[in-house]
């Protein structure tokens, strides 16, 4: 009877939410008619007040998103969510104007005296549809681009983080008003009707088979998208690196947020002959990482009991199949999943063909360099791809010959947090730009503009045709 009441209850606060965001969205759309080119200096002032907001509440940030997963460490939260919050913020506050002028463009002779620019024009009202993995994070970098473009933003928060989705609802109140930033809650129906508003942009990061859902809502009012969706990024070890250094990267990238990260290496290729020194280097680097599983408060939960069982039969399939489980601790305790290396897969196994998103990391042998190019090259395009080796030789090859969203060399996900470079992926990974000055340009119109005073050459070509300037204008010109 008491579920039957807290279901009922869940269903109402749904359908009062999405009554209200058709509401939501004509109030914006009406305020971004009112001012459709907001100053740099508004623009400034949107994004220091969010730097100044998430500054001061930072340690009820993070105590919302260890809530919410059952333990998050605090120091990957300060790590991966609001350090790089806050560069995004400043970057972006630092080059607003700059990014905000016309660019010229030149002009052919043929249609001289005039000039041409393009003009970098707000969109409107942005959509912002936020994963439960890094929930601030990936509120706030579309937000600060959608800002500093000069837009209204409607967020959807994700409905397992409810914890952390009330308190950036809460924060972005206090310094927004809601016809300018407005977070939306909600289960996935309130998800579904959000991604059916007429947005003049849309921004999804997560799933793979969401985000075809969300695009294809998307699609009947023909607003654009960005599509982050992850995969199955891979790390190639070369067959000359120090399989330590490799090893302790690769085991950063992996245990950050327990795996639950969208360019988290999912598999490793490592030359046939070295696979025994990488698991025990890797075993290795990842207890000197946690030293202990139990109560280490630096050791972060999976997000639900959900996704747990996910993983959990991700393991159990393997091993139905031929898998070799290699433990890297005891038992779980609770939702904390000890890391996993998992050798023998196959493409039979689930692990090996849906993004895992947890601490399990198989390892696919491969004999040349070749083979491992040609195995990445056979699967749908990764969002990011590592490669350990100090060949710069194979460094090129790695560039030139395979694809995806973003690439580190000798490291993981790093590139993610580099202001000055674009994020997002290629096919199955997704489409699009954002952070930095591509994420200004992608919630921005960049509108070509063609100027011209009173002189009018282009008289000369007007009807009625066959006159002799028009001939001789065509023998300059037409080649």
Wanted: aromatic content about 10%; proline content about 6%.
């Amino acid at each position: 009877m008491v579920a039957d009441i807290a279901q009922f209850k869940t269903l109402q606060q749904n359908q009062q939410q999405i009554a209200r965001l058709d509401e939501l969205f004509a109030r914006q759309r009406e305020a971004f008619r009112a001012a459709p080119m907001p100053s740099a200096e508004q623009r400034i002032q949107w994004l220091k007040a969010l730097r100044d907001l998430l500054f001061n509440e930072q340690d009820a940030l993070i105590r919302a998103i260890s809530e919410d997963f059952g333990n998050r460490s605090a120091d990957e939260t300060l790590l991966a969510e609001i350090m790089p919050s806050l560069h995004n913020i400043h970057y972006a506050t630092k080059r607003v104007k700059k990014w905000m002028k016309p660019s010229r463009r030149s002009v052919g002779l043929a249609f001289q005296p005039a000039s041409a620019k393009v003009v970098y024009q707000p969109l409107g009202v942005v959509g912002v549809i936020v994963p439960w993995n890094y929930p601030l994070y990936l509120a706030i970098g579309p937000l600060v681009a959608a800002l500093a473009a000069g837009n209204r933003v409607m967020i959807k928060m994700s409905e397992s983080t409810p914890v952390t989705s009330q308190l950036v609802k809460d924060l972005l109140a206090r310094v927004f008003p809601d016809d300018l930033v407005a977070v939306v809650l909600g289960e996935a129906e309130v998800g579904m009707a959000f991604s059916k508003l007429p947005f003049d942009h849309l921004l999804f990061t997560g799933a793979t088979s969401i985000g075809k859902h969300v695009m294809r809502a998307a699609a009947e009012n023909l607003t654009p998208v960005t599509l982050e969706l992850g995969g199955k990024s891979p790390a190639i070890v070369s067959d000359d690196v120090p399989l330590a250094h490799a090893a302790e990267r690769i085991a950063f990238g992996k245990t950050l947020n327990a795996g639950q990260t969208c360019v988290a290496p999912d598999y490793v290729l490592v030359p046939r002959d070295r696979i025994e020194a990488f698991v025990q280097a890797y075993r290795e680097a990842v207890q000197g990482f946690f030293p202990r599983l139990e109560d280490n408060p630096d050791y972060t939960a999976i997000i639900n009991e959900r996704q747990l069982s996910r993983l959990n039969g991700y393991l159990a399939d393997a091993v139905s199949k031929g898998a070799e489980l290699v433990p890297l601790f005891p038992g779980a305790q609770g939702r904390r999943l000890p890391h996993t290396l998992l050798l023998n897969v196959t493409d039979e196994m689930k692990v090996m063909q849906d993004e895992i998103f947890g601490p399990l990391l198989p390892i696919v042998p491969y004999d040349r360099l070749d083979q491992a190019f040609a195995y990445i090259n056979q699967r749908p395009r990764p969002l990011a791809l590592y490669y350990f080796g100090y060949d710069r030789a194979e460094q090129q090859r790695v560039l030139h010959e395979t694809h995806s969203g973003g690439v580190c060399l000798n490291d993981c996900l790093l590139h993610v947090a580099q202001d000055d470079l674009p994020f997002g992926g290629i096919g199955h990974s997704g489409m699009g730009h954002y952070h930095g000055y591509e994420g200004f340009l992608t919630f921005s119109k960049a509108k070509g503009v063609f100027v011209k005073q009173r002189l009018n050459a282009a008289k000369m070509i007007y009807p009625p045709y066959g006159k002799a300037i028009q001939k001789l204008v065509y023998k300059l010109f037409v080649r």
